[in-house]
Each structure stands twice: as C-alpha cells, then as structure tokens.
C-alpha cells in the first residue's frame, strides 16, 4: 500500500465568524457551539472517522485559539493538522493555504457547522472506483448552499441559490435539481486552475470543475442538519422540536460513544 493510500484526509473548515448566530458566535467560533453538550466539531470528527477518515486538516481563522485548544484536549492532535489561515480570509484562499498538505489524491471538503449521519465511506469508495473527480453531496430540495443541475446522471452544473422551480421549467422530464449539502469529495486534479483569489469559491470554481472533470452527484439516506442560525440550534437541543433532528442526533451521539474511534 502507498503512502497515499494509507490516508483519507478531510478538509474542515472552521474559519467563518457565523454571523447570522449573533450573540452566541461572539463568544465561541461556529465550529465549537455546542449540541447535545457536545461540540459541533466533536460529532463531525468522531462521525468521519468511523467513515475511515483518519488525516485531517482544519484551516482556522475568526476565535482559532478555541478551537487549538478544543482539538488537544479532546483528540490530542490524532493526525489533526491545524493552520491560521486569517479571521477575514476567503474560502478559496483558506483551501489554497492548505491544499499541499492533502495527503489523498481523493479527499473531503466540508463546512464546520453541521451535523451528519450517513454511509459516507461507501461515497467516498464510489467516487475512487469510479475515477470521479468530484463527487456532490445532497440532500432533498431545501437549503441555502446552492444546487447541482443533472441531466440523465450528468452533472451539467453548480449554482449558487439556484432554485428547484426554475430547473424544473428547462426540462421537467430529464433535468433534476439536486441540493448541495457544502460536502464534497474531490480529487487533487480539480485544484490544477489557480483560485486563491476567487471571491466565491463555489459559484466559480465549481462550474469550471463541472465543464471540464468527470463529477457525479450522491444522495444518500441518513441525515444532515446545519448549524446556520439559532433556530438550526434549538431545533437540534430541544426535545420539544416538532423536527426529528433532536431524536436523530441524539441516537448518534449514542452510536458515536458505543464505538471506538
């Protein structure tokens, strides 16, 4: 076995100031609110590594001291790498700072402020079996992270805010809107055009990826929930939620503590 292959890195970014928390993110950054008297970050490193995930990297930025601290004394540095990449640093410039310390041709991408359950290994399998290039989570057809447009399992393209109705009136018989969860896998290669400087990553690297790159799209069952504003926060805490993330979270931190990882 290589090198390489003896690793699966993630990619966590924990660098916004999660604005729309107001009060509870000037306090603690995003990443470290806490859910089920657990933090975020926690549920998503324990949940990536029983995914096999066991490299990751964490481009820090707005509070990034509480989040090095959090990370030793809860994981002591397990193959955690963590780089201050600026309080007011863009997305594409974070992911640019860190992207020579990937040690998997094939890694994940994900935002620090959500919480997750689903069968992310056999994703991850399915994108390297198949030589994609970037493979799109998501989920349903509510969310605010944008949408992959697919045309008999092609996907044709990424758009930010990019509503359902209006992919549905260009094609209702072959044209599927599929929403981004802000998780994906993608292979090194995708990052051969220079985007350091790209004010929104996802809006233009992504479509060039897309236009250029093999890319496939997966839905799995399971669940997923952001940690978006302080609603996202009640909902995942409070017992009295009509939503049934309470109940899924809660069965996860109990699956979470019954394994070692």
């Given at each position: ?63 990034g001291k509480q ?71 998501s989920f349903g ?75 496939n799209v997966e ?43």
């Amino acid at each position: 076995m290589s090198e390489k292959q003896k690793f699966r890195t993630a990619i966590i970014l924990c660098g916004g100031k999660g604005t729309r928390l107001g009060a509870l993110s000037k306090k603690i950054p995003k990443t470290l609110i806490k859910i089920h008297n657990e933090r975020i970050l926690w549920f998503i490193i324990k949940i990536l590594k029983k995914n096999k995930f066991n490299h990751f990297i964490l481009p820090i930025g707005y509070k990034g001291k509480q989040i090095k601290k959090f990370i030793k004394r809860t994981f002591n540095n397990e193959n955690i790498q963590i780089f201050n990449t600026g309080s007011n640093t863009s997305i594409s410039s974070r992911i640019h700072k860190v992207k020579k310390y990937i040690k998997s041709d094939d890694f994940l991408l994900l935002n620090g402020d959500a919480i997750f359950n689903f069968n992310l290994d056999k994703i991850y399998k399915n994108h390297v079996k198949n030589k994609t290039k970037m493979t799109f989570i998501s989920f349903g057809f509510m969310a605010i992270f944008g949408t992959v447009g697919v045309r008999k399992g092609k996907v044709l393209d990424f758009r930010r805010n990019f509503t359902f109705d209006f992919v549905k009136t260009k094609d209702k018989k072959s044209l599927k809107a599929y929403v981004y969860s802000g998780m994906s896998i993608m292979n090194k290669i995708t990052f051969s055009k220079n985007f350091k400087n790209y004010d929104n990553f996802e809006k233009k690297l992504y479509p060039w990826i897309i236009e250029n790159f093999k890319c496939n799209v997966e839905t799995p069952s399971g669940f997923f929930h952001a940690i978006d504003n302080m609603k996202d926060v009640s909902v995942a805490n409070s017992p009295y939620s009509e939503d049934s993330k309470y109940l899924q979270i809660k069965r996860l931190k109990k699956l979470i503590n019954s394994t070692k990882n």
